[in-house]
């Protein structure tokens, strides 16, 4: 693998050369100093707030075995890998947008970039929620399947986890915002609070709730930090106007997956088939109910019918 990345590295190294060879030109004038200040706090800022949120989120197998056991670290070493293969699955799908979010927000209509916003974070939604729900309501089955009953954790343990990964998940239409946006230094202390803030909650809920209370703080460590901090700077600071509608949108849409999600754990429940077969099927009618559900609640809304079409342009450019 690190050998077929460094080779990869040097072919595109190769073919940027070629393409453009304005870059391995030395430039005949410097950058103004004040501009190489402003360069090199932003990058500080930067660095900062991918630190701070590392630290987010590699703790927790730290906190489970310093507040709960060895055995705990162990156990959810299985989930982990599940939700780590979804994170880049979404990864996969939604990085591809940063590059025109920001040549969006080179641009000075701010009545568009609102618009966008609201249409990422109902795509992230989509995305997240699916993925969480099915989380939650099936992966139990699936670890019971492949490694045995042994290896299961609780639901509420289960219920903390899908929670945490869909606040991740939500972040990032405001995440994408800031940093094309050039709000670096304005919101790099917020991850670093979420992190101090997710020890002390972790050791304080997880000596109350388990294993269950570990996994609950890093959601609530950044709901009550990044979540709110980030649309707040990019509405105040580049909208010009409260973020107050961004956060009902956001509450709303909490709401409808956390009864989503106990729907089709309540359905997934109530299958009586088992192994991988059971698995399979779980997945297939949770997926299902969870999309239907989606379109009963927000078909008729303005945002669907806006990314509906959004996506049915795109699909007929591909198409061309």
Same mark, same amino acid.
């Given at each position: 693998?690190?050998?077929?990345?460094?080779?990869?590295?040097?072919?595109?190294?190769?073919?940027?050369?070629?393409?453009?060879?304005?870059?391995?030109?030395?430039?005949?004038?410097?950058?103004?100093?004040?501009?190489?200040?402003?360069?090199?706090?932003?990058?500080?800022?930067?660095?900062?707030?991918?630190?701070?949120?590392?630290?987010?989120?590699?703790?927790?197998?730290?906190?489970?075995?310093?507040?709960?056991?060895?055995?705990?670290?162990?156990?959810?070493?299985?989930?982990?890998?599940?939700?780590?293969?979804?994170?880049?699955?979404?990864?996969?799908?939604?990085?591809?947008?940063?590059?025109?979010?920001?040549?969006?927000?080179?641009?000075?209509?701010?009545?568009?970039?609102?618009?966008?916003?609201?249409?990422?974070?109902?795509?992230?939604?989509?995305?997240?929620?699916?993925?969480?729900?099915?989380?939650?309501?099936?992966?139990?089955?699936?670890?019971?399947?492949?490694?045995?009953?042994?290896?299961?954790?609780?639901?509420?343990?289960?219920?903390?986890?899908?929670?945490?990964?869909?606040?991740?998940?939500?972040?990032?239409?405001?995440?994408?915002?800031?940093?094309?946006?050039?709000?670096?230094?304005?919101?790099?202390?917020?991850?670093?609070?979420?992190?101090?803030?997710?020890?002390?909650?972790?050791?304080?809920? $997880?000596?109350?709730?388990?294993?269950?209370?570990?996994?609950?703080?890093?959601?609530?460590?950044?709901?009550?930090?990044?979540?709110?901090?980030?649309?707040?700077?990019?509405?105040?600071?580049?909208? $010009?106007?409260?973020?107050?509608?961004?956060?009902?949108?956001?509450?709303?849409?909490?709401?409808?997956?956390?009864?989503?999600?106990?729907?089709?754990?309540?359905?997934?429940?109530?299958?009586?088939?088992?192994?991988?077969?059971?698995?399979?099927?779980?997945?297939?009618?949770?997926?299902?109910?969870?999309?239907?559900?989606?379109?009963?609640?927000?078909?008729?809304?303005?945002?669907?019918?806006?990314?509906?079409?959004?996506?049915?342009?795109?699909?007929?450019?591909?198409?061309?």
């Amino acid at each position: 693998m690190i050998v077929c990345n460094q080779v990869r590295n040097v072919v595109i190294s190769f073919i940027c050369t070629k393409r453009y060879p304005i870059v391995t030109k030395k430039p005949q004038n410097a950058l103004p100093k004040n501009e190489r200040k402003s360069i090199f706090k932003n990058v500080r800022a930067l660095f900062l707030y991918k630190l701070a949120t590392v630290a987010l989120d590699g703790t927790d197998n730290i906190l489970l075995q310093a507040v709960i056991n060895f055995k705990s670290v162990v156990l959810y070493a299985n989930y982990s890998m599940i939700t780590t293969a979804f994170q880049k699955l979404c990864d996969q799908i939604l990085t591809g947008v940063t590059a025109s979010v920001g040549n969006l927000n080179a641009g000075d209509d701010a009545e568009r970039k609102e618009s966008i916003l609201y249409r990422l974070q109902f795509l992230t939604l989509w995305l997240y929620g699916l993925l969480s729900a099915g989380f939650a309501a099936t992966v139990n089955s699936l670890i019971s399947a492949w490694l045995g009953n042994e290896f299961l954790l609780d639901t509420p343990i289960v219920l903390a986890i899908s929670f945490s990964f869909f606040i991740q998940g939500m972040e990032f239409p405001t995440y994408t915002y800031r940093t094309t946006m050039g709000l670096f230094r304005e919101g790099r202390t917020a991850p670093v609070i979420s992190a101090l803030l997710n020890i002390a909650l972790s050791i304080i809920l $997880g000596k109350i709730f388990g294993m269950a209370g570990i996994f609950a703080a890093t959601g609530i460590s950044r709901l009550l930090t990044t979540t709110w901090f980030d649309a707040h700077l990019i509405f105040t600071k580049k909208l $010009g106007k409260s973020a107050m509608r961004y956060y009902l949108t956001y509450l709303k849409y909490f709401i409808f997956a956390a009864l989503v999600t106990l729907c089709c754990e309540v359905t997934a429940k109530t299958l009586p088939l088992s192994g991988w077969i059971g698995a399979g099927c779980k997945i297939i009618v949770c997926g299902v109910l969870y999309n239907v559900l989606f379109l009963a609640v927000f078909c008729g809304t303005n945002v669907f019918k806006e990314v509906f079409n959004m996506l049915l342009r795109r699909d007929e450019k591909w198409r061309k």
